[in-house]
């Protein structure tokens, strides 16, 4: 038989017991669909993960941290919310102490350490003239520091009258189109340690791509938050024994990357983490590794029941199409030739099985897609959540269609070696 026949002779043949095909087919399609999740999944995901952290990488400084909390990947994906009285960013965990800093000063190659100030500071909300109360959280810029801009430009370090706004505070402050809120002034409201509050206007002059690492936080340079620390916080001996959630170390200009490398081997020998991009993308990519391996188990369970599925169909059709079987032999079908038929047969199984998993896989995609772009979910605007791609549908169909061939295997042999004689008085 030509090949074609072939595969028109296989297709007939799986038409004729339907309902036992259909189960078989059903099984493999819910493993087809879940491998289909992983590949997407991962490929949306790991789009997603380099866009969260591309753009905001450490130039001349880092912040350091207690060990074992620089991977740590904010839970809540927003803490912008509107300002109610006794909502203020807290501390949490150990802080590090005065000795951290003096030991840090000691490492070669640091010029400066700096205390994490926009922590001392108890920063209310940020309003414009006629918009709600906003609370966020800030942090600093220090020179040479680079973010992820979806518009406008980052302040420098010294400046004391511009800030970088954080995507989702400009939506919350009024503006659907963030970038529209650019050199517009407003007030950023602190709490003063003698009472009262203080208040601060500053000019928009940068905002912030929506990020998972900067949708929550408005950025202000080092200088201003110097200032403002200077007219809210009454520094006591009490507070500077409570320590710091984070150090900022400035480095040399003229270290070179190797020496880059040897400074932050000291700093970790010192039982303190860096936070960097690649740690919380690091951290990240070890969250969608899991959650592959889960899908992974799944997957494997549906593909082992259909593994066995397809051995049980087909073993039960050359018992049932033993004299079929015989009459073809008889009429000059080579023992290859049979072999082939059931071959064909079970990689159609998986071939169908595939199909109809990715179909629907890819219909789910587009559903999700577009329901994250139109609500505007940080980081997907204008990316997939679930990456479909023509390379990710080859290798489930390939993957599946292969899995059911090796499957087909046993029975096919089977079905090849029926004699004719035998096979035609087979009752």
């Not at 790991?46 to 001349?60: C, F, L, P, S, Y």
Request: aromatic residues 10%.
């Amino acid at each position: 038989m030509t090949i074609l026949t072939t595969l028109k002779k296989a297709n007939s043949n799986l038409l004729r017991t339907k309902f036992r095909t259909f189960l078989t087919i059903l099984s493999i399609t819910i493993g087809a669909i879940t491998l289909s999740l992983i590949l997407v999944i991962s490929g949306g995901f790991q789009t997603w993960i380099n866009n969260q952290t591309e753009g905001g990488r450490e130039v001349g400084s880092f912040k350091v941290v207690p060990k074992g909390t620089e991977g740590v990947v904010q839970t809540d994906l927003s803490a912008v919310k509107e300002y109610q009285e006794g909502l203020e960013g807290g501390v949490f965990g150990r802080n590090l102490t005065e000795k951290d800093i003096e030991n840090l000063k000691q490492i070669k190659g640091i010029s400066r350490v700096e205390k994490s100030l926009h922590t001392k500071v108890t920063y209310l909300y940020a309003q414009t003239q006629d918009s709600k109360k906003i609370f966020s959280y800030i942090d600093t810029i220090y020179p040479k520091n680079e973010f992820p801009l979806y518009a406008g430009q980052v302040p420098n370090s010294e400046d004391t009258q511009n800030i970088l706004m954080s995507y989702e505070v400009a939506q919350k402050l009024g503006y659907d189109e963030p970038k529209d809120i650019l050199n517009k002034e407003i007030a950023l409201n602190f709490r003063k340690d003698a009472g009262g509050n203080y208040t601060k206007k500053v000019t928009v002059l940068g905002i912030l791509r929506n990020s998972i690492f900067y949708n929550s936080t408005n950025i202000l340079p080092e200088k201003m938050i110097q200032g403002i620390y200077d007219q809210t916080v009454i520094e006591t001996e009490k507070d500077k024994n409570l320590g710091y959630t984070s150090l900022t170390v400035i480095y040399n200009d003229d270290l070179n990357e190797s020496e880059v490398k040897d400074m932050k081997q000291n700093i970790e020998k010192l039982d303190l983490g860096i936070m960097t991009n690649d740690t919380a993308k690091k951290s990240l990519e070890s969250v969608l590794s899991t959650m592959q391996f889960g899908l992974g188990m799944f997957a494997m369970i549906g593909l082992v029941t259909g593994f066995f599925g397809v051995i049980n169909t087909l073993f039960t059709a050359s018992l049932e199409r033993t004299k079929e079987i015989g009459l073809m032999r008889a009429l000059g079908m080579s023992k290859k030739g049979v072999f082939g038929l059931f071959a064909v047969e079970a990689t159609l199984i998986g071939f169908w099985s595939s199909v109809v998993g990715v179909g629907i896989t890819a219909f789910l995609s587009f559903i999700i897609n577009q329901v994250a772009k139109s609500s505007k979910l940080f980081g997907f605007e204008s990316g997939d959540v679930f990456g479909v791609s023509l390379g990710n549908i080859l290798i489930v169909i390939f993957s599946i269609s292969f899995i059911t061939f090796i499957a087909g295997i046993i029975p096919a042999i089977r079905a090849s070696n029926i004699e004719p004689t035998e096979a035609l008085k087979y009752e």
